[in-house]
């Protein structure tokens, strides 16, 4: 006997952007990633939480990282019994559709967006639908009412980068009669956020991560913001210590550090601009981007030619294959030096 669901069996597994071994050797622009370090309080927090010889390490941690949730809390203004804290938000998005959404029953995202919530889905036995976007990034045939079990709404869109107004998004909250998932893994770089509408609607569902804006991607921390009965739920069904000890010191430190935060935000948003104008003046379509990256078409609408030349060149960006993003490049936004060198690839490549 085949111990394997067939569903599983059958399904593809979803394939994350690329992590070459010798990264240090790479411009790594492919999964927009922070191109500096975290707060050096990140790494105080860290040695002090390992001592002279790792002994806590032997115990659990919080299991209800209650330090984490205060910190979360203060800092968005709610009180803690509305966060949850996860394992990267990627944890968090599984157990939104574990908590609702059960075999064939449907879940509902954004295409192009994040397309790790259909594998989730699938791994649940869900159904997953796809909504596309009108030419002016808005959903395309959207139902008056959608009665969908969850609607995750990526904004920023990755890999597009544009965001979709407040306004639109409120809209949305009231034609869903499940959850209105809005990720926000991006919302960091961007100057608006659906927080108000989580007060507002008890049916909306912020995720944050602190893997691009925090540079803390290799922690895996993200966190979720809801009502308090469903971070109950999610609470649980979560696995008891989603979080261990380093990186439940590593958040804490890094959401208390706001200066260095909004620094490093600051000085990302401003390269992107940087960039912007540079490529557009190469003849690139550049997307208004309010994410970490930009999504970018050169002159002859050939991605992967442009691809294949930095990779040769040992920057990595990302291209993707399906027919409606093939014509460009989703390029993260590395230091001011990596941008400038890879203007410069670009310029041989032509
Ligand atoms: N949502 C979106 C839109 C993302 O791009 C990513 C990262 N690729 C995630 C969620 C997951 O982030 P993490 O698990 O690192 O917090």
């Known amino acids: 006997m085949n111990p394997l669901r067939p569903s599983i069996a059958n399904m593809a597994g979803y394939v994350p952007g690329f992590q070459p071994p010798d990264i240090a050797s790479w411009i790594k622009l492919n999964t927009n990633e922070n191109p500096y370090p975290p707060s050096p309080k990140v790494k105080e927090a860290i040695l002090a939480e390992l001592g002279d010889d790792a002994a806590l390490l032997r115990t659990y941690p919080s299991a209800s990282s209650e330090k984490l949730r205060e910190a979360a809390a203060a800092l968005y203004g709610f009180d803690p019994s ?17 908590a609702c959404a059960g075999e064939g029953e449907e879940i509902a995202y954004v295409h192009p967006s994040y397309s790790y919530y259909a594998t989730l889905a699938e ?10 976007l009108t030419d002016d990034f808005r959903i395309a045939d959207f139902p008056e009412r959608y009665s969908g079990r969850l609607f995750f709404l990526t904004t920023p869109n990755s890999p597009l980068g544009f965001a979709f107004p407040l306004s639109y998004v409120e809209e949305l909250a009231t034609r869903c009669d499940g959850l209105l998932v809005v990720d926000e893994a991006y919302a960091d770089f961007n100057d ?18 602190l893997s691009k804006s925090y540079a803390l991607a290799g922690m895996r921390l993200g966190l979720a913001i809801a009502r308090p009965e469903i971070v109950a739920a999610l609470d649980k069904i ?12 590593a958040c804490v ?13 600051d000085q990302v948003v401003a390269t992107r601009k940087f960039f912007v104008t540079e490529l557009q003046s190469l003849g690139y379509t550049v ?6 990256f930009v999504f970018a078409s050169p002159p002859d609408r050939n991605g992967r030619r442009v691809y294949d030349g930095l990779y040769a060149r040992k920057i990595l960006v990302r291209h993707f294959s399906d027919p409606l993003l093939a014509h460009g490049l989703r390029i993260s936004i590395g230091t001011r030096e990596e941008m400038e060198q890879t203007l410069g690839a670009l310029r041989e490549i032509g």
Request: charged content about 25%; hydrophobic content about 40%.
């Open 82 to 98: 509305w966060i949850i804290m996860a394992n990267g938000s990627d944890e968090v998005l599984n157990n939104l559709i574990r």
């Open 123 to 132: 791994i649940q036995g869900a159904k997953v639908r796809t909504f596309g």
């Open 192 to 209: 608006c956020n659906a927080l108000d509408l989580v007060r507002r609607y008890p049916n909306v569902v912020i995720t944050r991560t």
């Open 238 to 249: 979560r696995d008891h210590y989603n979080l261990d000890r380093l990186a439940q010191a």
């Open 253 to 265: 430190a890094a959401l208390q550090d706001q200066d260095y935060f909004k620094k490093r935000r």
């Open 287 to 292: 997307l208004e981007s309010a994410g970490n």
